[in-house]
Nanobody
Framework: QVRLVESGGGLVQTGGTLRLSCAVS????????MGWYRQVPGKQRELVAS??????GTNYADSVKGRFTISRDNTKVYLQMNSLRPEDTAVYYC??????????WGQGTQVTVSS
């Protein structure tokens, strides 16, 4: 089992920055991939950024390239969000996938960008 707890969301003005954190506990060494997703009401959850367990490979949605950065250490994964836009407003979820392809989710953290 893997447990994920997000923090760091909030309200920020356009152009501002936020840093989301996801604390990871449990069978950490089973995790192969970690990522951040976001969802707005009425839309599907979409991938924002992902990284492999060794941080060797990272992947970003086109809409956040050059503005967001995913990083991780042994027990946390982060999403640094710069130059925020109103369209970045969403609930952000931490995600982990282990070597058996089991997927885990955090409870989500709200990010609101005011215009």
């Amino acid at each position: 089992q893997v447990r994920l707890v997000e923090s760091g969301g909030g309200l920020v003005q356009t152009g501002g920055t936020l840093r989301l954190s996801c604390a990871v506990s449990g069978r950490i060494f089973d995790i192969m991939f970690m990522g951040w997703y976001r969802q707005v009401p009425g839309k599907q959850r979409e991938l924002v950024a992902s990284t492999t367990s060794s941080s060797y490979g990272t992947n970003y949605a086109d809409s956040v390239k050059g503005r967001f950065t995913i990083s991780r250490d042994n027990t946390k994964v982060y999403l640094q969000m710069n130059s925020l836009r109103p369209e970045d407003t969403a609930v952000y979820y931490c995600n982990a996938r282990d070597y058996r392809d089991f997927t885990y989710w955090g409870q989500g953290t709200q990010v609101t960008v005011s215009s």
